[in-house]
C-alpha cells in the first residue's frame, strides 16, 4: 500500500499493489496537530496509529514489515516497481524478542537441591547464569524482587529450565544455618541435564531447641501485585526454600488454608493492626482479628485482646522520636507499653541493620539498663508479591529457644525473651548455664560468672563482643573461621544484664551481624543501678508524646478527646519511668 500527496497538484493518489485505486483532491490549510500538552511545532507522523486510541488515530489492523517516508512524491512508476521487488514475500512471521529468545532455548536443566549429608530434599532460592551474562527463570517461577536480580524459588515444576545450549552457573541457597553452593553445568543442543546440588549444613540449631523465623511477612502487601496465583500455601513454601522454621504472616487470618506444615516448618495468617499515632503493631498466632473501634488510640486494647488468644503484638518498623504525623514507621508508644508491661519484645533488627551503633540498639540499651526485660526480635517486613521488592523473607530473623515447634512454643519464648537475632551469623549465648531470658543469681558484685560461646557463619565470624549493661566488656577475634566456641570467665558489676553480639565476615548472600537477648543478673537483691539520663531520655519521649497527639488529631481529622483513656495510660507510664531510680529489680 502507498499513498502520495502533491502539494503542486493538489492530489492524492491511493496505490494498492503498484496501481492506482483512488485519486482525490487535496485543499485548504494545512492543519498542525497541536494544543495543552502538545506543544508540535511541525506535524507529527504516526505509522500504524496509536494503540491506546485506535478508533480516534485509524489504528491499522496487522503487521508491518516495512515503512517508507519520503520527501517528495513518487511516480507511479516508481511505485509499480518498488512493489514488483518485493512482491516475492508472501508471509511474514513475527516474533517478540522472549519468543526469539525462546526458540533459541533447545536444553533444559531439571535442578534438585539436597542436604549434603542426609540426601533430604531442600526447597532453595536457585540462581542460574548463563555465560553471555543472562539469568535463566523457569516460566512461571515465583522470582526474587525484579527478574534482573536472577533470583528465583525452587521447588515443584519451578525447578525445570529451558536453556540454551551452553554452560550455566548454578547457585543454591537454603537459609543461614547452610553453606551456599555453586556448581557448574554445560547443556548441549536438546539435552536435557539433570543437576543434583548438593548443600553441606554449617550446623544444626533445631537439634538445640533454636528455631528461627519472623513475624512481619506479607504475601500481599502494598501497591501492585505481581502474581496473581500467589496465596497463602505458595509464601510459605517461599519461606521454607529461604529455610525458615516459621512464618507469620500480616495476611490470610480468614483464608480456609491459614496454617501451613512441613518438615521442620510452620506458617500461619495472622495480622496487622495499622495505626500510624501509636505505630504498627504484627499480631501472631491469633484466631480473629485485634477488637478494634478507632485504629487511632487502642493500640494497648488490641495488645489484651491478643493475649487471651494465645498470640503476642509486637510494635514492628520502630524509630525513635516522634517523626512526621503521617510517619507510620514509629512505635511513638512503645515506652508506654513497656513501662504498663504490655511489651515483652523490641525489634531491634529492621530493615537495613548496618551496625550495632543505632538508635534502635541505643533505645533497647536504655530499656534494659532501666530494668526493663525486652527481648530482641527482628522482622523483614517482605512484600513477597510486590514487583517492586528486592527483599526477601527471613533477610532479619529470629531464632527462638523452644521445646517444640509449634506456635504456643514459640510465642512463649519471645515472651520469656529466649531468642537471639541475626542478618546471617548464628549466636549462642549462656551463663552459668542459663540461656537469654533467664537470670543467674550471685551473692555479691564482681562474682565470676562462666560464660559460653557459639559463632557460626558460612562467610566466617569476624569477631564476638561481650555487653554488660551496656558496656562492651569483651571482645573475642575469631580469626574468619565459619564455627567458634569459646569458655570464658568474668567477674560481674552486679544487677543487670550480659548480652553478646558478633560480626560475621561479608559475604555474598547474607548480612554480618547477631545479637543475643539478655541473660539477665540478680547480685543478692540488690537493686540495679540506673541513670537519671536513660529515666529522662522516655520522660521526654512521653512528654514530646504528650505535645504530638493534638497535632496528630488535626492532621488526621481526628477528635482529640478521644484520646482521654491513651492520655492517661502516658501518665501512667510517665510514673513508672520516674520511679525506676527506686524501683526494687
Known amino acids: 500500500m502507498a499513498v502520495t500527496y502533491d502539494s503542486r497538484a493538489g492530489s492524492v493518489i491511493f496505490y494498492l499493489d503498484g496501481k492506482a485505486v483512488k485519486e482525490c483532491r487535496a485543499s485548504g490549510e494545512t492543519v498542525y496537530f497541536s494544543g495543552p500538552g502538545c506543544p508540535y511545532e511541525t506535524l507529527p507522523l504516526t505509522l500504524s496509529g496509536i494503540a491506546a486510541f485506535p478508533r ?52 533444559r536443566l531439571i535442578i534438585a537441591v539436597a542436604d549434603k549429608d542426609s540426601g533430604a530434599d531442600l526447597k532453595a532460592r536457585l540462581l542460574v547464569k548463563g555465560e553471555d551474562g543472562r539469568y535463566c527463570l523457569p516460566s512461571g517461577a515465583y522470582a526474587y524482587g525484579t527478574e534482573r536480580l536472577g533470583w528465583f524459588y525452587g521447588f515443584g515444576a519451578s525447578r525445570e529450565i529451558k536453556v540454551k545450549p551452553g554452560r550455566y552457573e548454578i547457585t543454591a541457597v537454603h537459609g543461614f544455618e547452610y ?17 543434583k546440588v548438593g548443600l553441606q549444613r554449617l550446623v544444626d540449631l533445631p537439634r538445640q531447641g533454636w528455631f528461627c523465623g519472623e513475624h512481619h511477612i506479607q504475601y500481599i502487601g502494598h501497591g501492585k501485585h505481581k502474581y496473581d496465583s500467589m ?102 508508644e512503645m515506652p508506654v507499653a513497656v513501662a504498663l508491661g504490655k511489651m515483652p519484645v523490641w525489634d531491634v533488627s529492621y530493615g537495613a541493620l548496618r551496625s550495632f551503633e543505632n538508635p534502635l540498639v541505643a533505645d533497647w540499651y536504655r530499656y534494659l539498663n532501666l530494668g526493663f526485660k525486652l527481648a530482641a526480635g527482628a522482622s523483614t517486613d517482605v512484600y513477597l508479591n510486590n514487583q517492586a521488592e528486592e527483599r526477601t523473607a527471613g533477610v532479619h530473623r529470629t531464632y527462638v529457644k523452644t521445646d517444640s515447634l509449634s506456635w504456643p512454643s514459640i510465642v512463649k519464648a519471645y515472651r520469656q525473651g529466649r531468642t537471639f537475632i541475626t542478618n546471617g551469623p548464628l549466636l549462642i549465648l549462656q551463663a552459668d548455664g542459663k540461656d537469654p531470658g533467664e537470670t543467674i543469681e550471685v551473692k555479691s558484685a564482681n562474682e565470676s560468672v562462666g560464660i559460653h560461646l557459639e559463632a557460626y557463619g558460612v562467610n566466617g565470624i569476624e569477631k564476638i563482643e561481650l555487653v554488660e549493661n551496656g558496656i562492651v566488656t569483651d571482645r573475642l577475634e575469631t580469626g574468619g573461621s565459619r564455627s567458634f566456641t569459646k569458655d570464658i570467665t568474668r567477674s560481674v558489676r552486679g544487677s543487670g544484664w ?21 541473660v539477665y543478673v540478680q547480685c543478692a537483691g540488690e537493686k540495679m543501678k540506673v541513670s537519671q539520663d536513660d529515666i529522662d531520655y522516655f520522660c521526654r519521649w512521653l512528654v514530646e508524646y504528650r505535645k504530638f497527639i493534638p497535632i496528630y488529631c488535626e492532621y488526621r ?21 520516674q520511679k525506676c531510680g527506686a524501683a526494687e529489680k
Request: glycine share 10%.
Open 56 to 107: 480516534m488515530h485509524w489504528q491499522f489492523a496487522g503487521f508491518m514489515r516495512e515503512a517508507k517516508v519520503y520527501d517528495r512524491a513518487l511516480s507511479s512508476g516508481e511505485i509499480l516497481g518498488d512493489y514488483e521487488e518485493t512482491k516475492g514475500v508472501t508471509s511474514i512471521v513475527l516474533l517478540s524478542r522472549k519468543a526469539a529468545l525462546e526458540k533459541q532455548m533447545t536444553g
Open 179 to 195: 553453606v551456599p553452593s555453586k556448581v557448574t553445568v554445560a547443556v548441549a543442543d536438546r539435552q536435557q541435564r539433570e543437576v
Open 231 to 332: 496465596g497463602l500455601l505458595d509464601a510459605a513454601r517461599i519461606c521454607e526454600a529461604e529455610g525458615v522454621n516459621y512464618a507469620s504472616f500480616v495476611q490470610g487470618l480468614e483464608t480456609d488454608a491459614s496454617s501451613v506444615c512441613g518438615v521442620d516448618f510452620i506458617a500461619r495468617g495472622g495480622a496487622e493492626f495499622c495505626p500510624d499515632l501509636g505505630g504498627h503493631l504484627c499480631c501472631m498466632n491469633v484466631s480473629k482479628r485485634p477488637r478494634s473501634n478507632s485504629m487511632v488510640f487502642e493500640n494497648m486494647e488490641v495488645i489484651d485482646d491478643v493475649a487471651p488468644q494465645g498470640g503476642l503484638a509486637i510494635y514492628t518498623h520502630p524509630s525513635s522520636g516522634m517523626g512526621q504525623a503521617g510517619d507510620p514507621t514509629c512505635s511513638r
Open 498 to 518: 550480659l548480652a553478646a553480639r558478633c560480626y560475621g565476615v561479608k559475604g555474598e548472600c547474607f548480612g554480618v551481624l547477631a545479637h543475643t537477648s539478655p
Open 557 to 577: 481529622k481526628q477528635k482529640v478527646e478521644n484520646s482521654k483513656k491513651l492520655l492517661e495510660r502516658i501518665d501512667e507510664a510517665m510514673a513508672v519511668f
